[in-house]
């Protein structure tokens, strides 16, 4: 299993702007030499929940001070920007760091965000289909040719092509029930979020239902990858771990409780579940409740390659996304966290598996 690292770029602590770039950037960097495999730098707009705009900028940066690790989009939001530049930017990025781009991707759930682009939240499924279509065009082909709804193009070139081939791995984020059998439809990865309630068997299902499709559209699910966003807290003890860790949790969820519900006079998007279903679970769960439920995975050590375990093993996940950076956590408690995920977890899950593990433990235990 790989190790992904999330940045949310979010500020609730009255940091400056730049303070939060460079800690971002600062803990970015580390993940390399912390064996991570992948950094996602997550779109978001206008507010303290996370002011990445441009994932593209993000990991420019990145790829120039990094060689291995890599650059991952957690995600880019398709409805808030053209097709066809995203198409010409990340096959930019990938040129420029040698083949390392995962081109993470999503509709997005935000109305504030689609407000102010002045963007139709409604139509945001039919944007999106259309417009991955078009990149997938302006990545495999000579020239782009689409009559869509939204987007027109006509023998279209578009420079430069991505290093990778046939183009970039493709990874959907997946909120909604309707989600998870198109992806599979389509043939890309999928990344689900527990964050986001992605538990129980009404997880195991929609898991299901995305491998179905994924046969049904002629595709080996072996060939395809599942990943999954959680918090995750690692210390030194699992009192530690708790005590440091709950209340930048809580104030995640206090904050995304405002920035999902629909505008004052409006119902929830049609079709599009996650805005009733986070908005009232974030404004008044409880700490234990999270931990219960298995969003936040926080303790020491061994508790943490147990949960990691658990999750890896009920959904087939391949790709693991730590979130341990938000509402404010010191990063220098983030470094110490990814320090002993790479001293003492990562090693569970690679090349070894357990006996790696239990070497590593036994030497740190003289």
Known sequence: MEFGMLHLFENPIGKTEEQIVREQFDLMRAAEDLGFDS???AEHHFTEYGYCASPAVTLAAMASVTKRIRLGTGVVVLPFNHPIRLAEDYAMLDLMSGGRVDFGVGRGYQPNEFQGF???????????????????????????????????????P??????????????????????????????????CAPVFGFQGKAADDLIVKYRNA??????????????????????????????EFADPVLW????ISKYVAPPVGQGPIHGYELYTKTRDLA?????????????????????????????????????????TRLGGLDHRKVLRSMELMHKYVIPHFKKGGAAAYAATAAQAAK
Not at 166 to 179: D, G, N, Q, R, Y
Not at 252 to 255: A, L, Q
Not at 291 to 309: F, H, M, N, T
């Open 283 to 323: 404004a008044h769960i409880t700490w234990d409740q999270l931990l219960e439920a298995g969003a936040v995975i926080c303790g020491d050590r061994d508790y943490c390659v147990e949960q990691i375990q658990k999750v890896s093993e009920r959904f087939g996940v391949s790709l693991f996304l730590c979130w």
């Open 39 to 41: 950094i996602w730098p």
């Open 158 to 191: 578009v420079r430069p092509k991505p290093l990778q081939k046939p183009h970039p791995p493709v990874w959907i984020a997946s909120l909604s029930e309707a989600t998870f059998p198109m992806v599979g439809k389509w043939g890309f990865n999928l990344l």
């Open 118 to 156: 002045q963007i139709d939240q409604t139509k945001s499924r039919g944007i999106f289909n259309e417009s991955l279509e078009i990149i997938l065009q302006a990545w495999t082909q000579e020239r782009v040719n689409f009559k869509g709804v939204h987007y027109q193009f006509v023998d279209q």
């Open 214 to 243: 994924l046969r049904a559209g002629g595709y080996d699910p072996a060939t395809r990858r599942i990943g999954a966003l959680c918090m995750v807290y690692c210390a030194e003890t699992t009192e530690q771990a708790r005590r």
């Open 252 to 255: 995640y969820y206090r904050t």
